[in-house]
Nanobody, 124 residues
Framework: QVQVLESGGGLVQAGGSLRLSCTTS????????MVWFRQAPGKEREGVLC????????VYADSVKGRFTISRDNAKNTLYLQMNLLKPEDTAMYYC?????????????????WGQGTQVTVSS
């Protein structure tokens, strides 16, 4: 049984940092492209960053460029999202997802497994 579990969310002041983790089990982690999506209240879910099976990353959300970094540790079956210089507009539920097909995609239905999300709230 595949499990995907996000952690690390919380309440932080603007300008602060958080590191989200996404731990998986039941799959061969290195075979999957991994993505972070987020959804703010009243808005559609948007792709944030993705990292492919080779470790190459793509930034989908222009607003996070230079502030957020995605990484993976295949030995620990874990995906990370380092978020620095947080802004109130980063407030959202953050989801990670795994895609067996090669490479990254913004097409949500192409992702095979999803976590339940972790809430990030940035106060001004």
């Amino acid at each position: 049984q595949v499990q995907v579990l996000e952690s690390g969310g919380g309440l932080v002041q603007a300008g602060g940092s958080l590191r989200l983790s996404c731990t998986t089990s039941g799959l061969t982690f290195g075979d999957y492209a991994m993505v972070w999506f987020r959804q703010a209240p009243g808005k559609e879910r948007e792709g944030v960053l993705c990292i492919n099976q080779s470790g190459g990353s793509i930034v989908y959300a222009d607003s996070v460029k230079g502030r957020f970094t995605i990484s993976r540790d295949n030995a620990k079956n874990t995906l990370y999202l380092q978020m620095n210089l947080l802004k109130p507009e980063d407030t959202a539920m953050y989801y990670c997802a795994a895609r067996r097909s090669w490479g990254c995609s913004l097409f949500e239905r192409s992702y095979d497994y999803w976590g339940q999300g972790t809430q990030v709230t940035v106060s001004s």
